[in-house]
């Protein structure tokens, strides 16, 4: 018998297979538990937010990209790979990144460098994802309209409206894909994200969500750290930059112009100002007695 060893054809091998990239890895183990063929298709929505706690503003954002996994694996590659082009970096932080001057791992980068940095990575998001989906929450309104409705304190928890109005565009848009029977899980950045408030609401947004959405919603959240989970570092980038129009538009300040040009990547956005929220408490006191968020402790 000849001595041959075995060889994989790399390009014959499933994607999912093992082994797996260093970057990738932490792709596949969010999904590991689903069949090949399954996990391969699972639809993530990375998320990242910001809660902008000013005078005049008071604004929550929850912003990240929706992509099957085996997407979000050679995105993950391909990120590492910008990532370590030169000027390197370790990670992307976008509040380092667009500091002035750029601080954290954009230390001594000139902005020219910096922003041919940001070009490179949101080339790889443009190719990758499959679309955007936000939700900015406007908090002043929130509280007020929360408080004279005489509903629990709770009514007045921006996680869950964010939530419910993410959850359901997600869904929907799954939907308007023509992607039926495939759940979509969450993965949050641990560091950002407050697990205790976000998880705390989280079942009440899947038993108040509507009929349609329901069947779409995935497992319980997780939550990760944005320098394993690469592609956390891109919903950080979409929310950073949210939340800074929105600043611009509150507080008058200066535009501040992308590096890229922005791409037509897909995008369901929601704005939950005192318009739409006076519509969203009406519809609360029409359901009340069926709305888990209103039946929850304080």
Known sequence: M???????????????????SDSA?????IVCHYPSAARRRRA????NGYADETEDGNVFVLAGFVAPAEEWARFSDAWRDALDAKPSIRILKSSEAMRSPPSGEFWGISAEARDEKLRLLYSIIDEFVGYSASVVVHLEPLKRIA???????QAANPYYHALSSLVSNVAREQGRQ?????NVDWV?????????????????????????VKPMIGATPVFRKDHEVLPLQAA????WWLRRRWA??????????YPWMPAQIPEMASVLDEAALVTIFDKMKTAATDLAILAAGD
Request: charged fraction near 30%; glycine fraction near 8%.
């Open 248 to 257: 611009e538009k509150l507080k008058g300040i200066p535009r501040l112009e």
């Open 178 to 182: 023509g992607i039926v029977g495939e």
């Open 44 to 47: 993530l929505m990375i998320v």
């Open 147 to 153: 408080a004279a409705s005489g509903f629990p304190k």
């Open 2 to 20: 000849l001595n041959v060893p075995f060889e994989i054809n790399a390009g014959d091998r499933p994607i999912d297979a093992p082994p797996w």
């Open 25 to 29: 890895a932490p792709i596949w183990a």
């Open 188 to 212: 949050f950045d641990e560091r950002v994200m407050e697990q205790g408030k976000l998880l705390s609401v989280w079942e009440a947004v899947v038993h108040d969500s509507p009929d349609d």
């Open 236 to 239: 950080d980038l979409e929310a």
